[in-house]
């Protein structure tokens, strides 16, 4: 069955983020992506320079207008990462109540990551409570952290407390995609944890708690986060009551895709040489394959 995605993302002309990085990823495995670029940047703003332009509320609800005039607001997913502010947010909030009353299972997958007015995409609200976040929790099913409790998490037992803290506020699935806690397979590793609530027969809650290892690379990504994000949705959608097998492909794209980015750019750099932004974009039409079928490199163990 068709299955319709409405991604609410940047866009940037050279590169992979925002829906430069979900778009491709979810086309591959059937997805029909509608997509509303809530910027268009040259490149990501971790080059020396970026220029471009920022979709404005009015704006986004004049695209959405066209849409619904056409009575084709009809979405089975709403996917959305990086906003600029408050009042993007709002209005994304209104558009999401619409589409959740045209189609109740409808399924918000959020990336909450807020940037200053288009300038600092990837300054997280360290700082902001997630009073911020509330309103847009309540309508949200699946939801990566993103600081966004306002808690550090030090120990395995403060991660699951955010995750149960974040299933309160709306989520049913919640993933940390990455975490500062020390993992047991040593410092080449990091972190990621999941959590799942399922509803058993007899109509009483119990939850599936996920953690994985994951083999670090040392150099800094950008685009991760979104083709994370994307890769989730698709991967719950083939596996909705099965976190441990959503993650497990999820991570196991997002290291291949690293690992061919990673050998690319330093390739590309020369011996001894740090790869620049440019030639660290993630390597995503190379890894159209792994995409579509992953190779299994990352096992989650059920906690
Ligand atoms: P972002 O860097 O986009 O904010 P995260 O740091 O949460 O996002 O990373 C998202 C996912 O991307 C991680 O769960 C991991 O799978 C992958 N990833 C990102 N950076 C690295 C890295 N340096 N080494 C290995 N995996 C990485
Ligand atoms: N969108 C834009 C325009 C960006 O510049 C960035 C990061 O710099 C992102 C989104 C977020 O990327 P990530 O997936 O690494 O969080």
């Avoid at 997280?124 to 409570?129: A, D, L, N, Q, V």
């Avoid at 670090?216 to 994307?230: E, P, Q």
């Avoid at 698709?234 to 441990?244: E, F, G, N, V």
């Amino acid at each position: 069955m068709e299955c319709r995605v409405l991604s609410i993302q940047s866009h940037v002309v050279r590169g992979y983020v925002g829906n430069k990085s979900a778009t491709f990823p979810l086309q591959v495995l059937g997805f029909e992506v509608d997509s509303i670029n809530s910027v268009q940047f040259s490149n990501h703003t971790g080059y020396g320079h970026w220029k471009g332009q920022v979709l404005t509320a009015e704006e986004l609800n004049v695209l959405y207008e066209g849409i619904k005039l056409n009575n084709v607001n009809h979405y089975d997913y709403i996917l959305t990462g990086y906003s600029r502010d408050i009042s993007f947010l709002v209005t994304v909030v209104d558009i999401i109540k619409e589409l959740k009353k045209a189609n109740p299972s409808l399924v918000y997958v959020c990336d909450p990551v807020m940037g200053d007015q288009g300038a600092m995409v990837s300054s997280y609200p360290h700082t902001s409570s997630y009073a911020k976040w509330q309103p847009l929790l309540l309508f949200c099913d699946i939801i990566f952290h993103r600081l966004l409790t306002g808690r550090k998490i030090n120990t395995e037992e403060d991660a699951i407390e955010v995750m149960d803290l974040l299933h309160k506020m709306g989520p049913e699935t919640v993933v940390l995609t990455s975490t500062d806690l020390p993992s047991k397979q040593g410092d080449q590793f990091l972190v990621a944890l999941g959590s799942q609530k399922i509803k058993k027969p007899d109509g009483t809650n119990t939850d599936q708690k996920i953690c994985m290892d994951i083999p670090k690379v040392d150099a800094v990504f950008v685009g991760t986060g979104d083709l994370f994000a994307a890769l989730m949705l698709a991967w719950t959608h083939q596996h909705p009551k099965d976190l441990k097998t959503a993650c497990e492909k999820t991570v196991s794209v997002m290291h291949h895709v690293i690992k061919r980015t990673i050998t690319y750019a330093n390739e590309m750099a020369g011996p001894g040489k740090r790869p620049t932004p440019a030639q660290l974009e993630l390597r995503m039409v190379q890894s159209k394959a792994d995409i579509e079928n992953p190779a299994i490199v990352v096992e989650a163990k059920v906690l």
